[in-house]
């Protein structure tokens, strides 16, 4: 059982790093990692029953720190073309689902809608998945060990898809 002050300490951590996502205000994100994390976002396959429909042996996306700084670092240049012009997204986090582990982190499970727009064009691209977070306490805050995002589709419809979930 998590008590009251700790789920909303989950939460507002959640949402104040889906602000600076939505601010790039990529930088600070990074800070929030832990040196070991992972970041993982697998494919998604349409198929019939029974079966599992996400292939966790090939990832859209799979980072650990390093490689996310490096995609971080990438964005602030002009080679960037997939976020050039950047997008404007807004992150909605709900349905959290935490649960303490033995080893002092925090699992989480949530719920992630993101709108994104580029250029002048009127066009926009929602994006939904479910995510799994381990969080670490830190000082009086958490850092995230690890990133699971598991989206609501099987083919990206978005093109130049550069944004972190």
């Not at 992972?38 to 429909?53: A, E, L, N, Q």
């Not at 709900?94 to 580029?118: A, C, H, K, W």
């Not at 009086?140 to 419809?157: C, K, M, N, P, Y």
């Amino acid at each position: 059982m998590i008590s009251v002050d700790h789920r909303l300490a989950v939460q507002d951590f959640l949402v104040a790093e889906a602000r600076l996502l939505d601010h790039r205000r990529f930088e600070e994100w990074l800070e929030l990692w832990t040196e070991d994390a992972t970041y993982f976002v697998p494919v998604r396959i349409s198929k019939k029953m029974p079966g599992p429909d996400v292939v966790d042996d090939v990832g859209l996306f799979d980072d650990n720190k390093r490689s996310l700084t490096l995609r971080v670092r990438r964005l602030g240049t002009d080679v960037a073309w997939a976020e050039d012009p950047p997008s404007f997204t807004r992150r909605f986090v709900t349905n959290f689902d935490i649960q303490p582990e033995e080893n002092g982190e925090v699992r989480v499970r949530d719920y992630l809608l993101m709108y994104r727009s580029r250029g002048d064009g009127g066009v926009h691209d929602l994006i939904s998945g479910e995510r799994e977070h381990v969080l670490r306490v830190d000082g009086d805050g958490f850092r995230l060990a690890h990133r699971r995002v598991v989206l609501d589709q099987a083919s990206i419809g978005t093109k130049n898809f550069g944004v972190f979930l």
